[in-house]
């Protein structure tokens, strides 16, 4: 009788493992649903993707850096470049006030290009391709106005850029 009770107990724990194996493969495809909105939908169509470069998330199509980003918000534009190539310091045209401040860049070529916004502080990378064009978006809050700034590109002189910046 001694037998059957131990059987009795390694029963539940095996169960309780088998259990915790199906919690833990269900808990992990449901963190899977919580990926950042830029990933591409796990659902793929039967047509194969043009190039392997196009599933990149700082790809959109249709953008294009001969002309400047098309302004999303409904602000004031404070400068709008495009087609330019190499690094450039470019003033913005207005002061800057309480409120959204809003960058849009596409760029193409081999290189990272970073941007920076003085005097707020606000700086980041893009990675830039050969193949395509590559854009990022990027905001910040301001708490207060400032009188006057500039918006900073560094880039190797093979990349072409667009820049869009707004408040």
Request: with cysteine; hydrophobic share 35%.
């Amino acid at each position: 009788m001694g037998k059957l009770t131990d059987q009795t107990v390694i029963r539940p724990a095996y169960g309780l493992a088998i259990l915790a194996a199906v919690v833990a493969l269900c808990v992990s495809a449901c963190t899977e649903e919580g990926e950042p909105a830029s990933y591409p939908p796990t659902s793929r169509s039967a047509q194969p993707s043009p190039s392997k470069t196009s599933d990149r998330a700082e790809h959109i199509e249709g953008e294009t850096v001969t002309q400047a980003p098309k302004q999303v918000n409904d602000g004031q534009v404070l400068l709008s470049v495009a087609s330019r190539k190499g690094n450039a310091e470019l003033p913005l045209t207005k002061k800057i006030g309480v409120g959204r401040l809003a960058i849009q860049v596409n760029c193409q070529g081999d290189g990272t290009l970073e941007v920076s916004v003085e005097p707020v502080g606000l700086s980041f990378p893009l990675e830039c391709v050969e193949q395509e064009v590559s854009s990022t978006y990027n905001e910040i809050i301001l708490k207060r106005a400032r009188s006057g700034g500039s918006v900073r590109v560094e880039a190797p002189s093979g990349v072409r850029w667009a820049l869009t910046a707004e408040h």
